[in-house]
């Protein structure tokens, strides 16, 4: 089998220079990129620069190498099209099926899975023709990543941004492995919440735990890439923000709480992946805590902090709203997992086992999905998304049809 074939449509945006980046990563994982720019786009990045990153011709009209017939070759032989940075213009003209250069044309002729990656200002994405556009394309079962929230061109802030290239390409990776399969989570509003949280003692320390965020993280960027809406709660992460997620950062199991609460009233899918603290000190010291000479350190007294698990579980804000817990065992692993789902009240639990040396921080992990009705499900030790695609899969079967 030869080398997949990527097209990577670029449109004239400030941020078509992070698309050579996106390029690089493309070819060097063995990729056959074939850069079809925009005319606007050479404004910013030369067709040179697209020929010689690519090994590939660069064109920008029908009218070049017309005997070859590239207005239609291009498209129907790729195995994906990825257009970034996707301007207001280019996401107008593709939902209106407009043809007018060689990317419009590959778009139209293109059988394959279509990603857009729009970068704009934060008006020109907010307008409702960008929005009814987007809709239109989603529909149609293109995946269209949400821009990222930052600095945009000049010195305004706002959503807008072209998400870093790294996050694009882990996108276009994992649409690539799916295929044509469409994705089959357009629509939705999924919430997962990752990481740990930390309980202050005082200014400088924490109870903590040792969750990296990862496998919370895998389940942000396997969403994004089956079209959900993502909301990734992140509790002290040290991890890139996945591209088309929104993510909202917090530190303790009580802010956790209320921005999970907040995003999951409209959400169709709630996922703890979060390693949430039971207890956290029940007081703050609001100074640093002295050690005092012949002194014994003063205990510590904690408190419960409230179980978001069960609250949303038992609360579900929307009906069919479905509710997946995470359970952290290291013994009797299977029946103190069955009990957990029994008592939290989710629809499905994911429980693994952990040790010192087991899951956290790695990159594998294994684990038993357990269901409050149907049967468990085994997942074998290999790579954290392996198992966010799994998670994904049993979810996607229990979401109710999608109201019109
Ligand atoms: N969880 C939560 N709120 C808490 C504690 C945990 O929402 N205060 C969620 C986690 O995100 C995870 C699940 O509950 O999805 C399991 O957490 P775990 O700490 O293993 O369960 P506990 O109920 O604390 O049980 P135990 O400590 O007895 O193992």
Redesign the pocket.
């Known amino acids: 089998m030869g080398k997949p074939k990527v097209v990577l449509g670029v449109s004239g945006g400030i941020a078509a220079y992070k698309s050579c980046e996106l390029l690089r990563l493309l070819t060097e994982s063995g990729h056959d990129v074939r850069v079809v720019p925009t005319a606007a786009s050479l404004n910013f990045v030369g067709e040179a620069t697209w020929a010689a990153l690519s090994g590939n011709p660069a064109s920008t009209e029908v009218w070049e190498t017309v005997h070859e017939v590239p207005h239609v070759r291009i498209g129907q032989s790729a195995d994906l099209v990825v257009v970034a940075p996707a301007t207001a213009d280019m996401l107008a003209k593709a939902a209106h099926g407009l043809a007018d250069d060689l990317l419009t044309n590959t778009l139209l002729t293109a059988r394959c899975p279509v990603v857009f990656a729009p970068a704009m200002h934060t008006e020109m994405w907010e307008h409702p023709a960008t929005q009814e556009n987007v809709a239109t394309l989603r529909r149609r079962g293109a995946l269209v990543i949400e821009p990222a929230v930052g600095r945009l061109t000049g010195k305004d802030t706002g959503k807008g941004r072209l998400p870093d290239p790294a996050e694009i390409y882990e996108v276009c990776r994992r649409v690539l492995a799916r295929g044509v399969d469409e994705p089959d989570l357009v629509g939705r509003h999924v919430v997962i ?1 990752a990481g740990g949280t930390r309980e202050p003692l005082d200014p400088v320390r924490f109870l903590g735990n040792r969750s990296s965020g990862k496998q919370g993280y895998a389940l942000a960027r396997t969403a994004v890439a089956r079209g959900a809406r993502v909301t990734l709660v992140a509790a002290n992460t040290a991890l890139a923000d996945p591209a088309g997620a929104d993510v909202v950062r917090v530190g303790t ?1 009580v802010q956790l709480r209320e921005a999970v609460l907040e995003a999951a009233a409209d959400a169709d899918v709630v996922v ?7 207890f956290r000190p029940a007081e703050y010291a609001g100074g640093k805590i002295k050690k005092k000479d012949g002194q014994d350190p003063a205990p510590v007294a904690l408190v419960r ?6 609250e949303i579980s038992a609360d579900r804000a929307r009906d069919g709203q479905v509710v997946v ?5 290291t013994d009797d692993v299977l029946a ?1 997992g069955r009990a ?1 789902l029994l ?2 009240g989710c629809d499905l639990l994911v429980v693994n086992e952990v040790g010192e040396t087991r899951t956290f921080g790695s990159e594998e992990n294994e684990a038993v999905i357990l269901a409050s009705e149907g049967p468990e499900i085994q997942v074998p030790y290999g790579p954290k998304e392996a198992l966010a695609e799994a998670i994904w899969d049993q979810v996607a079967v229990r979401l109710q049809p999608r109201r019109a």
Request: no cysteine.
């Open positions: 919440s199991a703890m992946a979060a390693a949430v603290a039971d902090n409230p179980d978001v698990l069960a817990g995470f359970a952290a065992e103190n957990k008592r939290k």
